[in-house]
T-cell receptor, first 114, second 111 residues
Framework: EAQVTQNPRYLITVTGKKLTVTCSQN?????MSWYRQDPGLGLRQIYY???????DKGDVPEGYKVSRKEKRNFPLILESPSPNQTSLYFC?????????????FGPGTRLTVL | GQQVMQIPQYQHVQEGEDFTTYCNSS?????IQWYKQRPGGHPVFLIQ???SGEVKKQKRLTFQFGEAKKNSSLHITATQTTDVGTYFC???????????WGLGTSLAVNP
């Protein structure tokens, strides 16, 4: 089944404790991105990757890191999480075909930083 | 930066009533996409519009892209409880693949 998976789905952590949220897709998509979703603020892009070893900042990259060593994986790293990073995080991947660029979203990771 | 304004923020309807959400941009858009997010779920792609004045239908859903490619709408005819969720528009304004997202319209349907 074509899908984007994220782990963990839920995480409660404390300020300053490094964490990684994994994202994996099995559709051979070259484009992947991370979003955070907060009430009243919609979806905001954190980082994106056009392909392996190619990453770039989105709209709200501060406090986050990413890597793209393999096409299927795009982990999101919070080196020193803070309470303002409490949010719902979505990973997405997409493939441009026939002019249509469809984004497939993972199920989301709900992060709470105390 | 570039923005896409989406209205209304919330809409509450009786089952069977129609519903419309609108997205507006001050700049010309390359294309616009629509997504639906059910409560507790993730956004799911519905459709992409590319051509000026384009109209596409998916059963009870009608999507339009304005003639000037600066606005778009999603209309649902005779809403059902399964239509509950938040509808987002997301637009491409340039040659890159970065999407500019509207803030979404949350639809509640009374049975």
């Amino acid at each position: 089944e074509a899908q984007v998976t994220q782990n963990p789905r839920y995480l409660i952590t404390v300020t300053g404790k490094k964490l990684t949220v994994t994202c994996s897709q099995n559709m051979n998509h070259e484009y992947m991105s991370w979003y955070r979703q907060d009430p009243g603020l919609g979806l905001r892009q954190i980082y994106y990757s056009m392909n392996v070893e190619v990453t770039d900042k989105g709209d709200v990259p501060e406090g986050y890191k990413v890597s793209r060593k393999e096409k299927r994986n795009f982990p999101l790293i919070l080196e020193s999480p803070s309470p303002n990073q409490t949010s719902l995080y979505f990973c997405a991947s997409s493939f441009l075909s026939g002019g249509v660029d469809t984004q497939y979203f993972g199920p989301g990771t709900r992060l709470t930083v105390l | 930066g570039q923005q896409v304004m989406q209205i209304p923020q919330y809409q509450h309807v009786q089952e069977g009533e129609d519903f419309t959400t609108y997205c507006n941009s001050s700049t010309t858009l390359s294309n616009i996409q629509w997504y639906k997010q059910r409560p507790g779920g993730h956004p799911v792609f519905l459709i992409q519009l590319v051509k000026s004045g384009e109209v596409k239908k998916q059963k009870r859903l009608t999507f339009q892209f304005g003639e000037a490619k600066k606005n778009s709408s999603l209309h649902i005819t005779a809403t059902q409880t399964t239509d509950v969720g938040t509808y987002f528009c997301a637009a491409n304004a340039g040659n890159n693949r970065k999407l500019i997202w509207g803030l979404g319209t949350s639809l509640a349907v009374n049975p």
